[in-house]
């Protein structure tokens, strides 16, 4: 009979083990340092306000990209047949000579638009720089000028590559 009686006695001990008196333990609700959102405050979008001096800078660099532009274009219309001509020529040939210098010179009148680009970039560089607002006017401009320039890269390449 005292095998039967010790394991419900061991057992007894056993959990009497885990009893504690109550203490002053602290809670398991969230505390008030837990309760505190870290999510980023919505700030208002900054609204770029209308400059007439830089709308002036937009205007004169876009007119000079859009010269630039008519300039490639020409020189594009005077290069295009004299590829033609030279595709499948023997390289050094006359008219393969004369396509390597309309090419020459379709890269020449390329570089025109990198400096109304540069004047664009700058300028889009500086209002970073200072913290301004983006300006749509000039971003605008800026896509513009970036997509003529490489598209004339394009182009170049294009020609180069019918005249192998």
Same mark, same amino acid.
Do not use: C, F, M
């Given at each position: 009979m005292k095998a039967a009686l010790l394991p419900p006695i061991l057992f007894a001990a056993l959990l009497s083990a885990c =009893? &504690?008196?109550?203490?002053?333990?602290?809670?398991?609700?969230p505390r008030p340092i837990e309760q505190i959102s870290l999510t980023e405050p919505m700030r208002p979008v900054p609204v770029a306000t209308p400059d007439a001096a830089l709308d002036g800078k937009i205007a004169a660099a876009t007119g000079a990209a859009a010269a630039a532009t008519r300039s490639f274009e020409a020189a594009v219309a005077r290069a295009r047949p004299l590829v033609? =001509? &030279?595709a499948g020529k023997a390289e050094g040939s006359e008219t393969?000579?004369?396509a390597q210098v309309a090419l020459a010179e379709l890269d020449v009148a390329r570089t025109a638009i990198d400096t109304p680009l540069a004047d664009l970039e700058r300028l889009a560089i500086d209002r970073a720089a200072g913290g301004a607002p983006p300006y749509p006017a000039l971003d605008a401009a800026l896509a513009r000028a970036t997509?003529?320039?490489? =598209?004339q890269r394009?182009?170049?390449?294009?020609?180069?590559t019918s005249l192998r």
């Open positions: =009893a &504690a008196t109550r203490g002053d333990y602290p809670s398991l609700l033609r =001509a &030279a393969w000579l004369n997509e003529a320039a490489n =598209a394009t182009t170049i390449a294009t020609l180069g």
